[in-house]
């Protein structure tokens, strides 16, 4: 079995406060892009978990690998023993604030309940609500990207309402030659308290109201992620953003022409990676 696992970005978050559980109080609107990493599973005869990852800019312990973690916490929630091998194929960027590694989780739990279901006539082996449970046990992020689409989400990622008329995007997303890990990013940002968040349907809703609340903080430290906005708004985007904690920042464009003709150029400055890329209204795994 093979599936793809999207990136996300988040063309508003709000950071309200630190919970007394030590995460942090948000309100974002997280939307799918066509920015996939691949999965592939199959049966390992020699047992076990066998993971092998390609293409990959970082290095982590085995067993701290989100994939790998996913696994983990699924054999020991269903009692079942993982004798498969999986391959993952990165292509969406780590430490950017794009989802890589929860989409990733997200997968792999969708795939092994799925594969591990009683019968073909049942959905999987745990219910979707204790699927909901570990994917939130293994990072905010992840609960989203178990149904991938266009959603507001509150709390510290597991209130999640989809959002039926979200526009669609047509984006150039840049990454710098930096990594931004989301725990630094927390440590330095400032939260503030509202109550009231801005209702998107149109691209000119969207042009009025893009916040992200790490730029506050993140700018200032890494002048490279203002430099790579303006390039942006330069080349045709009405709005450009830093995704999430960062470092990736995206572009958004009125028309497919601006979009082809910004990532045309933007390419040829070697800022770091580029991608032409859009919003997805749905994603299903398999």
Same mark, same amino acid.
């Given at each position: 079995?093979?599936? #793809? ?23 974002? $609107?997280?939307? /799918? ?11 390992? &005869?020699? &047992? ?12 982590? /312990?085995? *067993? ?16 079942? %023993? ?10 969406? +960027?780590?430490?950017? @604030?794009?989802? @890589? ?16 279901? !009683? ?7 745990? !219910?979707?609500? &204790? ?5 939130? *046990?293994?990072?905010?992020?992840? +609960? ?5 689409? !266009?959603? =507001?989400?509150?709390?510290? @990622? ?8 979200? /526009? =669609? ?13 989301? !725990? %630094? ?6 939260? *503030?308290?509202? %109550? ?5 349907? %149109? ?21 490279? #992620? ?24 995206? @572009?958004?464009?009125? &028309?497919?022409?601006?979009?082809? $003709? ?10 770091? *990676?580029?991608?032409?890329? =859009? ?8």
């Amino acid at each position: 079995m093979k599936i #793809l696992t999207p990136a996300k970005i988040n063309p508003l978050l709000y950071i309200l406060g630190k919970r007394e559980d030590g995460f942090h109080e948000l309100y974002m $609107h997280m939307v /799918p892009v066509n920015l996939f990493d691949t999965l592939s599973f199959c049966e390992n &005869k020699k &047992k076990g978990l066998n993971f092998k990852m390609k293409g990959a800019n970082f290095s982590v /312990p085995l *067993e701290e690998n989100m994939v790998v973690r996913a696994v983990r916490l699924f054999e020991k929630t269903a009692g079942v %023993t993982v004798d498969i091998e999986i391959i993952l194929e990165k292509n969406i +960027p780590s430490g950017a @604030g794009l989802g @890589g590694g929860s989409g990733n989780a997200a997968g792999v739990l969708q795939v092994l309940n799925h594969i591990f279901r !009683p019968s073909s006539t049942q959905i999987g082996l745990l !219910p979707s609500e &204790k699927l909901f449970e570990l994917a939130l *046990e293994l990072g905010s992020d992840v +609960p989203f990207f178990l149904a991938p689409s !266009p959603c =507001e989400i509150r709390g510290r @990622g597991e209130e999640i309402n989809p959002l039926k008329k979200y /526009p =669609e995007l047509m984006l150039v997303i840049m990454k710098p030659h930096l990594s931004i890990s989301t !725990p %630094t990013a927390y440590q330095n940002c400032l939260a *503030e308290k509202c %109550t009231s968040f801005p209702e998107v349907k %149109t691209l000119v809703d969207l042009q009025n109201h893009l916040n992200n609340q790490f730029e506050t903080s993140l700018l200032p430290q890494y002048p490279v #992620l203002s430099e790579l906005k303006c390039l942006l708004l330069q080349n045709g985007a009405f709005g450009a953003l830093v995704s999430g904690s960062g470092s990736a920042v995206f @572009g958004i464009f009125y &028309k497919k022409k601006l979009q082809k $003709h910004a990532f045309k150029k933007l390419s040829c400055l070697h800022t770091g *990676e580029i991608y032409s890329c =859009e919003t997805l209204t749905t994603h299903r795994y398999f």
